[in-house]
């Protein structure tokens, strides 16, 4: 017999007043038979997350790189900064050469590059971008249905929390700047386990519910009077509602059950002091909890900071940072390269593939989490000694379940970074034809990574 | 390759009422956009960028040790050591460590009292080899050419040249890449408008050099260089623009008079101010332009350019000691305008350029330029002051230092410097 309900139903109701909406729970009737996707053809939901590391890695003015494969296309080798990355070397794509086109604009250092590349536009001025970052617009379209639209990590144990994610240019997302800070969002009071048998709604989140929507025609009558400027304020505002009014929904609704989500421990703060150690044992412990809030479908999308643009990270011991030594290390004319730079970036890497290997840890369905999501990495400059914002390290890395034809090495050769961000978007759904502004405004995205 | 422009100025009337003077008569104009250019640093050594060479026998200046320095200065190991450590929260992974500038007699500013403090010293060159022009026409004085010529005259070079900013081969040099990377991605442009009015350009007695800017911004092609061809508007400045009389013999222009003028310079300190300046550039068959710019430059701007570009950022990137390069461009300074016996106030300096063809447009960008004319008269009034290199529109630097004024500890002679109980970090 043919349900006349849908997965997409909604049953809607009245509470103290007002109405009440209330997603239908995930019926074993939606699902195929294994479990493993809608009986309905949708796959299992794919993640989009940004993951940013501060200075780039290491090239050198003569053309030599640490980084950079010779082979183009599938099967590249494993240059010296990208060992970290090995394991998971067929889930992973590297671009080279793709560049920030000022326009004009001045580069704005540790700015230009990753404002670049996350809004389309080289910005007018550093702290600001000129747009949104595009991790907002993913947000939107497959972020929805999930108690967190987006979730903001900072895992660099900076003096100041570093996020790169923004709606309006201007405001920066908070992020969780500590192992205990995103374990207690993410695990704390209001999550529910998707695999508890003994779950009811709670009448008070109803209640909240309810009263925040009862406030929708008061805001749209008070958005009519406003000027430009405090109707972006304003809608800034109300995004964080909405989202709130979004996470309350989803926690109304029973959640459909997710084998490969075990709720974590409460981690331990990292020490003080932002050692690369530190930052990424930081990292590997913020990527864990990372991994099964998304297993647990807490969210669907994340952006994710190693080190910010201006790192503040060090080899224990050093009295210089990293930031010092990748400007006033000279290239050693026997490598051909700057030697403790490298060796820092490969330190900083290895965050990176701890990271990786967080996600791909989480079996998930016949693959992993990793499988089926697509994270898209990249830094603030190409050459860091002069802020160089050609040669930008990117990576997209999982399969995005299968829609990233990953394990390839593509050459800008001067393109603008603008491809590998819209490449980006398609690739997890967003629907979005063509990004950026003036010389990086592009509607091509690259299509030997698209399956 | 982009033909030679070779036009009349036909009807300087029409011309002169577009916003364009047309004084001069030219028969042949070539015109061109700087894709490089740097100080003129002989680089003595076979290999790398700061290997030992006839330029500078001990290689490149070593780092200094910081924590020498500061003790130096007075301060104890404890203080110095915590002082240089990434986990004090007084340090600024990005401004640096304030307090570096308190190093002075009674703890003062050595940047903005450098003689507060003795001189570091700074190894500058000894050996004979220098690029630029030979000033003064004595050949007895300064460098010998690469190529032979003698009497090259570059205290600059003499003075830094061993400076780890300005040491290395031609385009690779931290300081030199670090700038050029900034105009070739849009910061300024430099266009210049070569004329004659002979039959042969490559042998003419009557030439003029211009050296203009441009808001028209440098575009790279697939490859990272600087495209061909391109067309730049030039910009009336009072404050940027230079013209040079001379002559050409077999391609290489050489000043006939030196002249006083003022470049674009890719430096913290914007302004390339010369007095008896000149040129020796080469027109290249392939249409490309090299060659030199050079004369006698004040060499105090020079150390405020460093100074203002944040004194404890420099020092510990660049391995310098502000005060030392204070204390060697007094030493070496070698020109006073007020003459021999005058206070030596300038240094003699040349900049190393690589020019391509351009298409170069008059100001109103109505038409190519067909000579070389003054656009001063055209600019706008604008200060006159030197110009630094904007660290950051959000960043005010003040003294040599970029001061939070919302942090609970400001650097100061006074300032107490104790780590906290449970500090942790370097060790060193």
């Known amino acids: 017999m043919k349900l006349r ?9 009245m509470l103290g007043g007002a109405s009440v909406y209330v997603g239908l729970p995930v019926l074993d009737a939606f699902l195929n038979g294994n479990g493993t996707a809608f009986a309905d053809g949708a796959k299992i939901p794919v993640r989009f997350g940004t993951y940013f590391w501060g200075l780039g890695l290491t090239d050198t003015p003569a053309g030599g790189t640490r980084w950079v494969p010779s082979k183009i296309g599938p099967g590249y080798e494993i240059m010296p900064e990208l060992e970290a990355i090995a394991p998971f070397k067929d889930k992973v794509s590297v671009f080279s050469g793709f560049r920030v086109i000022g326009d004009g604009r001045p580069n704005l250092v540790h700015w230009s590059g990753h404002a670049g590349i996350l809004t389309g536009v080289a910005p007018a001025a550093a702290t600001k971008f000129d747009g949104p970052s595009f991790d907002t617009k993913v947000a939107d379209a497959i972020g929805i249905g999930t108690r967190f639209k987006t979730i903001d990590i900072d895992a660099s144990v900076s003096r100041q929390p570093v996020s790169y994610s923004t709606r309006t240019g201007t405001t920066f997302a908070s992020p969780d700047a500590s192992p205990l800070a995103l374990y207690t969002r993410l695990f704390g009071p ?33 958005m009519k009077g406003l000027s ?59 990527a864990r909890l990372l991994a099964m809030a998304l297993a647990c479908n807490q969210s669907r999308v994340f952006t994710f900071v190693h080190t910010a643009g201006t790192s503040e990270t060090y080899m224990p011991g050093s009295s210089k940072i990293y930031h010092q030594i990748t400007h006033d290390e000279p ?29 791909d840890a989480i079996k998930e369905g016949d693959g992993t989490l990793l499988d089926n999501t697509l994270v898209m990495a990249f830094s603030d400059t190409g050459y860091a000694k002069i802020h160089s914002i050609d040669n930008i390290p990117m990576f997209l890395c999982g399969r995005a379940g299968g829609r990233h034809k990953a394990g390839q090495h593509i050459a800008g050769k001067g393109d603008a970074v603008t491809r590998v961000s819209l490449t980006a978007m398609q690739i997890v759904g967003a629907p979005v034809g063509e990004f950026g502004a003036g010389s990086m405004k592009t509607s091509n995205p690259i299509n030997e990574v698209m399956a | 390759m982009r033909a030679h422009v070779m036009r009349l100025c036909a009807a300087p009337l029409a011309v002169a009422m577009l916003g364009a003077p047309c004084a001069a008569l030219a028969a042949w104009t070539k015109t061109y956009v700087v894709e490089w250019n740097e100080p003129a640093m002989y680089y003595g050594a076979k290999t790398g960028v700061t290997d030992p060479g006839t330029d500078c026998p001990a290689g490149t200046n070593p780092e200094p040790d910081w924590i020498q320095v500061l003790m130096k200065a007075g301060y104890t190991e404890e203080e110095a050591k915590w002082l240089r450590n990434p986990a004090n929260p007084t340090r600024s992974p990005v401004h640096g460590q304030n307090q570096m500038a308190f190093r002075g007699k009674n703890r003062a500013n050595v940047y903005v009292n450098p003689e507060s403090t003795p001189d570091p010293g700074l190894v500058g060159v000894t050996g004979t080899i220098g690029e630029g022009i030979n000033l003064d026409g004595d050949e007895s004085t300064g460098f010998t ?108 222009i050489t000043s006939t008079k030196p002249v006083d003028g003022s470049l674009r310079e890719p430096a913290y300190l914007r302004d390339l101010q010369l007095t008896k300046a000149q040129v020796k550039l080469t027109m290249h068959p392939d249409g490309t332009l090299t060659g030199y710019v050079g004369g006698y430059r004040p060499w105090e701007p020079v150390y405020w350019g460093w100074v203002n570009a944040r004194g404890p950022v420099i020092e510990v990137l660049t391995w310098v000691e502000l005060p030392a390069v204070w204390y060697a461009l007094k030493r070496n300074a070698d020109y006073s305008p007020d003459g021999p016996y005058g206070k030596k106030t300038h240094i003699s300096y040349a900049l ?77």
């Open chain 1, 190 to 222: 209001g999550f529910q386990d998707p695999n508890s048998d003994d779950w009811k709604p709670d009448p008070s989140i109803m209640l909240r519910q309810s009263v925040l929507s009862a406030v929708t025609e008061q805001r749209h009558a008070l």
């Open chain 2, 145 to 252: 050419s690469p190529d032979g010529e003698k009497g090259i005259d570059n205290m600059f070079y003499k003075t830094l040249g061993c400076w780890k900013t300005y040491r290395g081969p031609r385009r690779l040099s931290s300081g030199a890449l670090q700038f050029n990377d900034a105009m070739r991605n849009g910061s300024w442009t430099t266009v210049v408008v070569v004329s004659g009015k002979g039959d042969d350009p490559m042998n003419d007695d009557d030439v003029l050099v211009g050296f203009y800017v441009s808001d028209d911004k440098l575009v790279k092609d697939g490859n990272g260089n600087i495209a061909w061809d391109y067309t730049f508007s030039i910009k009336p400045s009072r404050r940027y623009e230079a013209i040079f009389p001379a002559r050409s013999r077999n391609g290489v």
């Open chain 1, 5 to 13: 309900f849908t997965r997409r139903s909604m049953l809607k109701g």
């Open chain 1, 331 to 359: 290239t050693d004319a026997q490598l051909g390269y700057q030697p403790e730079t490298s060796k820092l970036a490969s330190e900083v890497m290895k965050g990176f593939g701890a990271f990786l290997a967080e996600l």
């Open chain 2, 352 to 428: 190393w350029l690589s020019a391509i063809p351009a298409y170069v447009m008059t100001p109103d960008a109505s038409e190519e330029v067909t000579s070389v004319v003054s656009y001063k008269d055209l600019a706008p009034s604008e200060d006159t002051r030197v110009a630094f290199e904007a660290i950051s529109s959000r960043i005010r630097v003040v003294d040599g230092i970029v001061i939070d004024p919302n942090a609970k500890w400001q650097a100061g002679p006074n300032a107490v410097i104790l780590p906290p109980k449970n500090a942790t970090g370097a060790a060193q």
């Open chain 1, 228 to 286: 430009h400027a405090d109707r972006l304020k304003l809608d800034q505002y109300f995004s964080a509602v909405r989202d709130m009014e979004n996470q309350l929904a989803v926690q109304l609704q029973k959640p459909e059950k997710r084998e490969a989500c075990v709720i974590p421990q409460p981690p331990k703060d990292a020490p003080p002091g932002a050692s690369v150690d530190v930052v990424n044992e930081n990292t590997r412990v913020m």
